[in-house]
């Protein structure tokens, strides 16, 4: 955020000159309607709807891609004839603690956002990142606690398990993270910003969240295997 800029400055976005389907921000509707900056009915390049769906099908391939490792576990473990069990390390119910979290605040952000409080918004923004990085180094503790417990990839089928569970989850979130970078980089366009561009911001922003808030639905999803299965 520059310096310099007041709370006002940023608060307040301009109208767009020469739309007529421009929303002020306080405008608490969907996000998918109004017009853009054309008044033939909008810039198909600040379409609020093209991000998400372009998340959505990210995320079908996301989704085909864990269920595919899930099946792919589930078939091997019906032939295992030795089990070994793996204790939870602690610090996982700690990550779900900080996902979970982090879903809330970065909810709070992009509501922030459509209402035009963009100081609010970054804030936000900031501190979801900071309990995503927090999750990152959580899982990575929880690594070195199944080291401790002789749990290894090569080990045995339940110990990688857990390895490419929790590492290509964490991969995922660490790309989260790094939208939830470029993001907050993008805000500085907020101060003295005209309607469409803080409609642009709220549609990217939108986009970026479903895909957090998958990524926590997906954990609790993976977390309760790995309890089913250890």
């Not at 853009?36 to 079908?60: C, E, H, K, N, W």
């Not at 473990?77 to 990550?95: A, D, F, K, N, Y």
């Amino acid at each position: 955020m520059p310096s310099g800029l007041s709370e006002a400055q940023l608060d307040k976005p301009r109208p767009a000159h020469g739309g007529t389907g421009g929303r002020g921000p306080g405008h608490d509707g969907s996000d998918f309607g109004g017009g853009g900056g054309d008044p033939g009915g909008g810039d198909f390049r600040y379409s609020p709807s093209i991000y998400q769906v372009g998340m959505i099908v990210a995320l079908f391939s996301i989704a085909a891609l864990f269920i595919a490792l899930v099946v792919a576990y589930g078939i091997q473990l019906r032939t295992q004839t030795t089990w070994q069990r793996v204790r939870i390390p602690m610090t996982l119910w700690i990550s779900t603690a900080l996902l979970a979290a982090s879903s809330v605040v970065f909810e709070t952000a992009r509501r922030a956002l459509r209402r035009g409080f963009a100081q609010t918004y970054i804030l936000a923004l900031r501190i979801t990142t900071l309990l995503g990085l927090a999750f990152i180094v959580s899982q990575l503790l929880s690594w070195q606690d199944l080291k401790r417990q002789g749990i290894y990839v090569a080990a045995n089928l339940h110990g990688s398990m857990f390895y490419v569970f929790t590492g290509a989850h964490a991969a995922h979130v660490l790309f989260g993270i790094f939208s939830l970078l470029f993001i907050d980089w993008r805000s500085r366009r907020l101060a003295g910003a005209t309607e469409q561009v803080f409609r642009h911001e709220r549609s990217i922003t939108s986009a970026i969240s479903l895909y957090w808030h998958f990524m926590g639905v997906l954990w609790i999803a993976l977390f309760a295997l790995l309890h089913l299965w250890s």
